[in-house]
Nanobody, 114 residues
Framework: QVQLVESGGGLVQPEGSLRLSCAAS????????MGWYRQAPGKQRELVAV???????TYLDSVKGRFTISRDNAKNTVSLQMNSLKPEDTAVYYC????????WGQGTQVTVSS
């Protein structure tokens, strides 16, 4: 049974930084893609940043230059460094891992507010 456990959310002021981390357990195999999605109240879940096993990244346009994704294939972990946070980044952030099947974390709240 694959489980994704997230950590690192919280409340931060605008222009602040947070780092989200996610660890996959229960799997002896790696994942083709790992990354982060988010869902704000009243909105659909959207891709924030993902990285393939080979290191190819995709970012949501609005976070380019501010967020950086990284992963450790050997440890099945993925992290998201978020800098220059804006109120519109407020959402529940979900870790995702895919190898033909999607696995999701429970979500971690990120709130950007003064």
């Amino acid at each position: 049974q694959v489980q994704l456990v997230e950590s690192g959310g919280g409340l931060v002021q605008p222009e602040g930084s947070l780092r989200l981390s996610c660890a996959a357990s229960g799997s002896f195999f790696g994942f083709n893609v790992m990354g982060w999605y988010r869902q704000a109240p009243g909105k659909q879940r959207e891709l924030v940043a993902v990285m393939t096993r080979a290191g190819v990244t995709t970012y949501l346009d609005s976070v380019k230059g501010r967020f950086t994704i990284s992963r450790d294939n050997a440890k099945n972990t993925v992290s998201l460094q978020m800098n220059s946070l804006k109120p519109e980044d407020t959402a529940v952030y979900y870790c995702n891992a895919n190898r033909g099947v999607d696995y999701w974390g429970q979500g971690t709240q990120v709130t950007v507010s003064s």
